[in-house]
Structures are given as structure tokens and as C-alpha cells.
């Protein structure tokens, strides 16, 4: 999740969001922290010219050895028309990962796109939505 998704607009001060991103933020860090404690590889996908990730995520895994960030210029982050796919591919295959669990803020479009490119190259995933 990258801040930039939670400030636009000034929507994170609304009462019905404050609520919805504070449970959004607990749960991510509730699955980065099991990933961390199982030795599960952490990658993060930033949309190009949106700002970094999240820092309340980033801290957590700063001494971490298995978490790496990659770049996006498409919804999907294994979109073929996504410039910097090859790199996140070519990563998956280094480390022999095969299994994807896809956590972010909007499952309407980021998380969707990755959970069907991801399938379509043949990755089993899980998507978490609590």
C-alpha cells in the first residue's frame, strides 16, 4: 500500500475511511509480520510516481534479508504491458517462488490485475481480504 492511495483527496480524514484504513493497516502488518516469522519472501509493488510504500509496512521488514520492492507502470504487476514485469519475474524465478499471497488496498483494481496476471502465468495465489 502506498500512501499516496490513502491521501489523495484528503479521503483518509473522512469518518467512514479513518476506520476502514486502520483496519486495512492492522491487517497488512498482521500478514508481513507471519510472513517474516514463516521466511516468507516480502515483496513490495510501488505504481511508479506514487511514492514509496507505506512506511508503517517498510519499517517493519527493514532488517528483513527476504524483502525486495519492485516498480509498476500498470495496474497489474505481472501485466505484459507492465515495463518492469521481467524484473519481478525474473526475481520469482531466482528464489524458486511459486506461491503468492496478494494483500493491498484496492481490490478493485491493483490487487484484481496482479491476482489475475498471477494466475494467468501460472502462480497459485491467494489473495487476503479480511
Same mark, same amino acid.
Given at each position: 500500500?502506498?500512501?499516496? +492511495?490513502?491521501?489523495?483527496?484528503?479521503?483518509?480524514? &473522512?469518518?467512514?475511511?479513518?476506520? %476502514?484504513?486502520?483496519?486495512?493497516?492492522?491487517?497488512?502488518?498482521?500478514?508481513?509480520?507471519?510472513?517474516?516469522?514463516? @521466511?516468507?519472501?516480502?515483496? +513490495?509493488?510501488?505504481?511508479?510516481?506514487? @511514492?514509496?510504500?507505506?512506511?508503517?509496512?517498510?519499517?517493519?521488514?527493514?532488517?528483513?534479508?527476504?524483502?525486495?520492492? +519492485? &516498480? &509498476?507502470?500498470?495496474?497489474?504487476?505481472?501485466?505484459? %504491458?507492465?515495463?518492469?514485469?521481467?524484473?519481478?519475474? @525474473?526475481? +520469482?524465478? &531466482?528464489?524458486?517462488?511459486?506461491?503468492?499471497?496478494?494483500i493491498g488496498a484496492n481490490g478493485g483494481a491493483c490487487v484484481e490485475s496482479s491476482?489475475?496476471g498471477s494466475m494467468r502465468d501460472k502462480y497459485n495465489v491467494i489473495a487476503y481480504? %479480511?
Amino acid at each position: 500500500m502506498q500512501s499516496y +492511495f490513502v491521501t489523495r483527496g484528503g479521503n483518509e480524514n &473522512k469518518p467512514e475511511n479513518i476506520k %476502514k484504513l486502520k483496519q486495512i493497516e492492522e491487517h497488512q502488518i498482521e500478514m508481513v509480520e507471519l510472513a517474516k516469522k514463516q @521466511g516468507i519472501h516480502i515483496v +513490495f509493488i510501488e505504481y511508479e510516481n506514487c @511514492g514509496e510504500t507505506y512506511s508503517k509496512l517498510t519499517d517493519i521488514v527493514k532488517d528483513y534479508e527476504h524483502t525486495k520492492t +519492485f &516498480k &509498476k507502470n500498470t495496474d497489474g504487476m505481472l501485466d505484459p %504491458k507492465n515495463s518492469h514485469r521481467n524484473e519481478i519475474t @525474473g526475481y +520469482f524465478e &531466482k528464489e524458486k517462488i511459486g506461491n503468492l499471497i496478494i494483500i493491498g488496498a484496492n481490490g478493485g483494481a491493483c490487487v484484481e490485475s496482479s491476482i489475475e496476471g498471477s494466475m494467468r502465468d501460472k502462480y497459485n495465489v491467494i489473495a487476503y481480504n %479480511k
